[in-house]
């Protein structure tokens, strides 16, 4: 990244890691994509019980690695051979981990988290469920407002997952959202949190690179 971008995203970084603790989370930054996991291990028990959710940002970080290498209880979704009900089954025992992990699609410099899913377990487990959710996320996601949240979610983060999945809509195609009403949309729920209720319970961990869509 070329230093006069990566100090005006330093710069974005700092008022949003301010704004989301004003906002009752937690706020860490690293420079690169090698030291989330150092500081994973330092948020997250040993004997804790962990879930995830999909992520091509925790991926890029070997974060899924790790936690299936640890000691921790993994309530892991990915498990080989399972059916789809079984998959369904696990994404509701995610409710009861102890750490919940994900990335966003965006944040706004007001401290706002933004994403949206087409099942809805990421998002309905960032909102409740898990006792701890930690929140990773590259710098190329920080966004001034909600207007340009949504705008990212629509014009880049759907279009490229569409894409990364193979689907058969629209945006695919070309390459940004029309609010289609194909059965294979993803953009389902969309999901702004904002001030917390109890402190400390979201954690965001802001990466200095540019990490998924």
Not at 82 to 108: G, H, I, M
């Given at each position: 990244m070329l230093s006069q971008v990566s100090a005006i995203y330093h710069k974005r970084a700092e008022r949003t890691m301010i704004a989301l603790e004003r906002n009752r989370m937690k706020a860490h930054f690293v420079e690169s994509r090698d030291l989330v996991v150092p500081l994973l291990k330092e948020l997250i028990p040993s004997d804790a019980s962990v879930s995830f959710g999909g992520s091509q940002t925790l991926d890029q970080c070997a974060v899924l690695t790790f936690l299936?290498?640890?000691?921790?209880?993994?309530?892991?979704?990915?498990?080989?051979?399972?059916?789809?009900?079984?998959?369904?089954?696990?994404?509701?025992?995610?409710?009861?981990?102890?750490?919940?992990?994900?990335?966003?699609?965006?944040?706004?410099e007001n401290g706002w988290l933004y994403a949206v899913d087409g099942g809805g377990n990421r998002v309905a487990a960032m909102i409740y469920g898990p006792d701890n959710v930690i929140i990773v996320a590259g710098v190329n996601k920080l966004v001034f407002d909600e207007d340009e949240a949504f705008l990212r979610l629509e014009r880049l983060a759907a279009p490229a997952n569409a894409m990364r999945l193979n689907l058969l809509t629209p945006c695919v195609h070309d390459g940004y959202c029309s609010n289609c009403n194909s059965e294979d949309r993803i953009c389902c729920s969309y999901v702004s949190i904002g001030p917390q209720r109890q402190k400390g319970r979201i954690t965001v961990i802001l990466v200095g690179e540019e990490l998924g869509y």
């Open positions: 299936r290498g640890g000691s921790y209880r993994v309530i892991d979704r990915y498990t080989p051979g399972l059916t789809p009900e079984e998959v369904k089954q696990v994404q509701r025992e995610a409710f009861s981990a102890d750490y919940y992990l994900c990335s966003v699609n965006a944040l706004s």
